[in-house]
């Protein structure tokens, strides 16, 4: 299919790499210049990108980035023509959302929220998990695409639910390491080997893909950015602002994104959100490590 992918970052590289890989025709940008990938054709607006394109797909930061690429000057909205669908995979605002789809419908472009689980590795190696939001037909017509990136597509009903669900999951992967951070904590301030926890955590119904996930990289003192721990605090900003919309009360996200508060004055938000560890143990003066045993 003919594709223009915007957002080069750490997850949009990766996919658009592999579109390019499965032999679609695709012509990427980014806002800063510089980024290639391999195969594809590079342009110098999101205009340009989508000029001719069958499927827009974006992975940008947040609400106000796909805003900016969308409506803005140079934006996609002046290459779109009737029959294109855009599919967005960054995580940003259900309700932005639907209102971006909304503006879209007007003149014929459908719209698909595509939201993903998976990480750096995943989007490297075409494993992905989507999350989507969006008619069944356009859905249908993206497989191919999604294919080429992922694994699983999980609808998860109309435009904007794909983003809804997003954020609540990421809601429970921040509270499951948040947990997991506190109790190592806890257990090598009591003297108990971090190694020795992690082992006894996997053999019990305390095992989580999470900590499977993060757990040696926490033990190495690893926190190099599979996902940077600024984008998990706009996502838990995110949560916490569809949360207040919708009248639903989340005591503890709200005192999780303290945490990440107080992280990123420490200096951390480029890190792995594992870096939120470093907080609680500056509080209680120990340093986790260990290797799993
Ligand atoms: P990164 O690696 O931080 O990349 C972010 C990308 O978004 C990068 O290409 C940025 O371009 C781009 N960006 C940021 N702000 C803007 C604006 N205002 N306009 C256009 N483009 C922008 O993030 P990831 O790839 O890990 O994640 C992307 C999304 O997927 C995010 O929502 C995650 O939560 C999930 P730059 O190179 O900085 O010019």
């Keep these: 299919m003919r594709v223009a992918f915007l957002g080069l970052g750490i997850m949009g590289h990766a996919m658009a790499t592999n579109l390019a890989k499965t032999g679609h ?20 607006t999101p205009a340009e990108a989508a000029q001719g394109v069958e499927v827009v797909w974006l992975c940008v930061s947040d609400t106000d980035a796909v805003e900016n690429v969308l409506f803005g000057a140079d934006g996609v909205q002046k290459s779109l023509t009737q029959g294109m669908i855009i ?31 998976g990480s750096k590795i995943g989007a490297q190696n075409g494993s992905l998990v989507f999350i989507v939001g969006g008619d069944e037909a356009d859905i249908e017509r993206l497989k191919p695409l999604f294919a080429a990136m992922g694994k699983k597509i999980f609808r998860m009903g109309e435009t904007s639910k794909g983003q809804a669900t997003k954020l609540a999951m990421n809601l429970q992967i921040a509270l499951i390491f948040e947990g997991f951070a506190e109790a190592l904590t806890l257990a090598t301030k009591l003297g108990v080997e971090a190694g020795k926890l ?18 040696p990289f926490v033990l190495a ?31 503890a996200l709200e005192t999780v994104e303290e945490i990440y508060e107080m992280a990123t004055e420490d200096g951390h938000k480029d890190l792995d959100y594992a870096a939120t560890l470093t907080l609680l143990e500056k509080w209680a003066g120990v340093q986790v490590k260990g290797n799993a045993a």
């Design 25 to 44: 025709e695709v012509t990427v940008w980014n806002r800063t210049p510089g980024k290639q990938v391999e195969g594809a054709r590079t342009a110098a």
């Design 87 to 117: 599919a967005d995979s960054s995580t940003i605002s259900p309700s932005a959302t639907f209102k971006f789809a909304e503006r879209m419908k007007g003149i014929g472009v459908a719209y698909v929220d595509a939201p993903m689980t």
């Design 198 to 215: 992690l082992s006894l955590i996997e053999a019990t119904m305390v095992r989580s893909g999470v900590i499977d996930y993060k757990g």
């Design 221 to 251: 003192r690893d926190f190099t950015p599979n996902f940077p721990l600024r984008l998990m605090h706009k996502d838990i900003r995110l949560t916490l602002e569809a949360a207040k919309e919708a009248r639903v009360k989340l005591p």
